[in-house]
């Protein structure tokens, strides 16, 4: 007679119920359960920002975003995010290609490196480039000679929001690269594709949507930069002064001009995530299958 086969399902409840003292071998933990023990952190998170929209009204909103002061803290953060996603994608392409084709004890060392902004406060990443760029700093002095003063301008702007920012944009990268197949370089290597053609043809197109991931959640970091923007570059209104230095600025004047300016990168960072979490993974979901189809 055939052995009857348990599902591997219960078989794994099985063993677990027997490794696991004092378990019940009857699932009662339920999905239901998980969110009840989830719901007090989501209830710390949508509280606060929650509590922006409930405080602003909508005529508020309106009024607010007509005003000088709010309209070209928009432009400033538009013009000086997108030329960081710009720069990021123009100079840090090469690096995730290079951190993505060898495991060497320089390349780890190099990833590190481009780690470090991310972790370090932006405080510190703030000091660090007027001690670079400033017009004592090491590089500074020189460019002081040539007659050019980098801080508090707005391309001191776009210096501290690329440092803080083009690292999201480096990893997003060089995570695409290396989800290439290595037998499709291999089979250009065999159609006669040098390495330019093959990065060119094969290794972009494949890793087009983590580029464009990265690009996304790059210009959304760069979008609320912050602190090393106020220490490098200033706050100075109609040069310098972003978003988020606006809406530090209003806090100490008007509160109603901070709450516009914080609905809006709200709104900001909840379209990236939308963008990246839903219509990017699907769209590499849907390549994938129509490759290996």
Same mark, same amino acid.
């Given at each position: 007679?055939?052995?009857?086969?348990?599902?591997?399902?219960?078989?794994?409840?099985?063993?677990?119920?027997?490794?696991?003292?004092?378990?019940?071998?009857?699932?009662?933990?339920?999905?239901?359960?998980?969110?009840?023990?989830?719901?007090?952190?989501?209830? %710390? $998170? *949508?509280? =606060? /920002?929650?509590?922006?929209?409930?405080? @602003?009204?909508? !005529?508020?909103?309106?009024?607010? +975003?007509?005003?000088?002061?709010?309209?070209?803290?928009?432009?400033?953060?538009?013009?000086?995010?997108?030329?960081?996603?710009?720069?990021?994608?123009?100079?840090?392409?090469?690096?995730?290609?290079?951190?993505?084709?060898?495991?060497?004890?320089?390349?780890?060392?190099?990833?590190?490196?481009?780690?470090?902004?991310?972790?370090?406060?932006?405080?510190?990443?703030?000091?660090?480039?007027?001690?670079?760029?400033?017009?004592?700093?090491?590089?500074?002095?020189?460019?002081?000679?040539?007659?050019?003063?980098?801080?508090?301008?707005?391309?001191?702007?776009?210096?501290?929001?690329? %440092? $803080? *920012?083009? =690292? /999201?944009?480096?990893?997003?990268?060089? @995570?695409?690269? !290396?989800?290439?197949?290595?037998? +499709?370089r291999k089979a250009a290597a065999l159609d006669g594709a040098n390495r330019w053609q093959t990065f060119r043809y094969v290794m972009l197109p494949m890793a087009r949507t983590s580029i464009l991931s990265g690009s996304v959640m790059t210009w959304a970091r760069a979008m609320g930069e912050f602190g090393?923007?106020?220490?490098?570059?200033?706050?100075?209104?109609?040069?310098?002064?972003?978003?988020?230095?606006?809406?530090?600025?209003?806090?100490?004047?008007?509160?109603?001009?901070?709450?516009?300016?914080?609905?809006?990168?709200?709104?900001?960072?909840?379209?990236?995530?939308?963008?990246?979490?839903?219509?990017?993974?699907?769209?590499?979901?849907?390549?994938?299958?129509?490759?290996?189809?």
């Amino acid at each position: 007679m055939a052995r009857t086969q348990t599902p591997l399902s219960l078989e794994k409840e099985i063993a677990l119920s027997a490794a696991v003292p004092g378990a019940r071998k009857p699932q009662h933990w339920t999905d239901r359960s998980w969110y009840l023990l989830a719901f007090p952190f989501l209830l %710390f $998170i *949508a509280i =606060p /920002l929650l509590a922006m929209f409930l405080r @602003l009204s909508p !005529d508020d909103f309106w009024k607010n +975003l007509r005003q000088d002061q709010v309209l070209t803290a928009i432009r400033i953060s538009l013009i000086t995010s997108l030329s960081t996603v710009c720069i990021a994608i123009l100079l840090g392409t090469p690096v995730a290609y290079m951190l993505s084709r060898r495991r060497t004890r320089l390349n780890r060392f190099i990833d590190t490196l481009i780690d470090l902004p991310t972790v370090l406060p932006p405080a510190v990443a703030g000091v660090a480039l007027l001690m670079a760029f400033g017009r004592r700093g090491i590089v500074g002095i020189w460019l002081a000679s040539l007659g050019i003063s980098l801080p508090f301008t707005t391309p001191a702007v776009i210096m501290a929001q690329t %440092f $803080i *920012a083009a =690292p /999201l944009y480096i990893k997003a990268a060089t @995570l695409g690269f !290396d989800a290439v197949d290595c037998e +499709l370089r291999k089979a250009a290597a065999l159609d006669g594709a040098n390495r330019w053609q093959t990065f060119r043809y094969v290794m972009l197109p494949m890793a087009r949507t983590s580029i464009l991931s990265g690009s996304v959640m790059t210009w959304a970091r760069a979008m609320g930069e912050f602190g090393a923007t106020i220490i490098f570059a200033g706050n100075f209104p109609g040069r310098t002064q972003t978003m988020p230095l606006a809406i530090y600025l209003g806090f100490e004047i008007d509160m109603n001009v901070a709450l516009t300016l914080s609905v809006i990168l709200i709104c900001f960072a909840f379209l990236t995530l939308v963008l990246v979490k839903g219509f990017l993974h699907r769209k590499v979901e849907t390549g994938l299958e129509d490759y290996y189809d």
